[in-house]
């Protein structure tokens, strides 16, 4: 798994409506500036996440995007896959991005491979967006 740098962005607009769930319509521009996102890159992520059902919209001056349900509920491996696809390191060992790779020849590979991916799927798996709150807000507290 190789996340892109749009792939990172949207993880970061994913973070920042999660910071912000319950307080109404976020502003894109607030985002951008909150997390440092080029605006043409969280135009395209913030259409992605609305085309799936991530988050919602509106226009106008009370406008912006939400959550459409609590961070808690949305993990982070939803996110990656939705904007980079497969989370293992071989598509031959991917559970939802099968194909056939070259790997496939040696077992050993397979074998390695998949554990990889059933480590890096699990991790994102078991992670919400409400975890890295919390996490940021413990290592805020530590400084």
């Known amino acids: ?3 892109s740098r749009k792939g990172e962005y949207a993880c970061l607009a994913m973070l920042d409506l999660a910071e912000h769930y319950g307080d109404g319509f976020i502003k894109s ?3 951008a500036q909150r997390k440092e996102i080029p605006k043409s890159y969280l135009e395209q992520i913030l259409l992605i996440l609305s085309r799936s059902r991530y988050i919602r919209s509106a226009r106008g001056n009370e406008g912006g995007h939400q959550l459409t349900k609590p ?3 949305i993990s982070v491996a ?3 896959r939705l ?3 497969a989370l293992a390191p071989v598509e031959s060992v991917s559970e939802f991005f099968y194909a056939s790779t070259p790997i496939e020849q040696s077992a050993g590979f397979v074998t390695l491979f998949r554990d990889i991916r059933d480590y ?3 991790k994102l798996e078991q992670t919400s967006f409400a975890d890295l709150i919390s996490s940021n807000n413990r290592s805020d507290s530590l400084s």
């Open 83 to 85: 904007i980079d696809g």
């Open 29 to 31: 521009t607030d985002i």
């Open 78 to 80: 939803e996110i990656v």
């Open 1 to 3: 798994m190789k996340l």
């Open 71 to 73: 961070p808690s509920e």
């Open 120 to 122: 890096i799927s699990n």
